[in-house]
Antibody
Framework: QVHLQESGPGLVKPSETLSLTCAVS?????????WGWIRQPPGKGLEWIGS???????YHNPSLKSRVTISVDTSTNRFSLKVSSVTAADTAFYYC??????????????WGQGTLVTVSS | SYVLTQPPSVSVAPGQTASITCGGDNIGSKNVHWYQQKPGQAPVLVVY???DRPSEIPERFSGSTSRSTATLTISRVEAGDEADYYCQVWDSSSDVVFGGGTKLTVL
């Protein structure tokens, strides 16, 4: 059973960089799939941030692309998200998820439990 | 950018059938996926590729599409189905797009 778990600071100051990591168990990242990040401001809807494969293929939400970096570490079976120059608008629950885009079907079949990141001084 | 439109809320009595719609330009030409999100929990995939269901999802959940609308149908609704439901597609200009979500209330 694939399991994903997010970790990282719950509080980030404005203008700084948000950094999160997703640990994957029960499946080797290097075996396939893409690995993505989705966020959800409290009480609002879902927003895809971006996805990356173990071989480096990367896709980003055009509205966030300039501030987002996604990386994959196959040696630790983890992948990470960085969002630079954060503002209060980046306050959200952040979810990591397995992205099936390599099949031609762009859905997220497994999700982490999510972690709340608050941007505040 | 591509936009998916969902009704903010749908209400249904237990045992009845709930239909949640998702509208988008020529959505019938796209693969539509549906997620269920209960309060305080992560989303769960309930339908993918318009009408396929992950093995752990009950047969009561089904999906369909027409040229302009995708529909998630929940038969024999139970109290435990009360949740937010999101549709999602991939579009060549926007990549992954989610609908705004529909809150299903079981009366």
């Amino acid at each position: 059973q694939v399991h994903l778990q997010e970790s990282g600071p719950g509080l980030v100051k404005p203008s700084e960089t948000l950094s999160l990591t997703c640990a994957v168990s029960g499946y080797s990242i290097s075996s396939g799939y893409y690995w993505g990040w989705i966020r959800q401001p409290p009480g609002k809807g879902l927003e895809w941030i971006g996805s990356m494969s173990h071989s480096g293929g990367t896709y980003h939400n055009p509205s966030l692309k300039s501030r987002v970096t996604i990386s994959v570490d196959t040696s630790t079976n983890r992948f990470s998200l960085k969002v630079s120059s954060v503002t209060a608008a980046d306050t959200a629950f952040y979810y990591c998820a397995r992205d099936a885009r390599h099949t031609g079907s762009y859905y997220f079949g497994r999700w982490g439990q999510g972690t709340l990141v608050t941007v505040s001084s | 950018s591509y936009v998916l439109t969902q009704p903010p809320s749908v209400s249904v009595a237990p045992g009845q059938t709930a239909s949640i719609t998702c509208g988008g330009d020529n959505i019938g030409s796209k693969n539509v996926h549906w997620y269920q999100q209960k309060p305080g929990q992560a989303p769960v995939l309930v339908v993918y590729d318009d009408s396929d269901r992950p093995s752990e999802i009950p047969e009561r959940f089904s999906g369909s599409t027409s040229r302009s609308t995708a529909t998630l149908t929940i038969s024999r609704v139970e109290a435990g189905d009360e949740a937010d439901y999101y549709c999602q597609v991939w579009d060549s200009s926007s990549d992954v797009v989610f609908g705004g979500g529909t809150k299903l209330t079981v009366l």
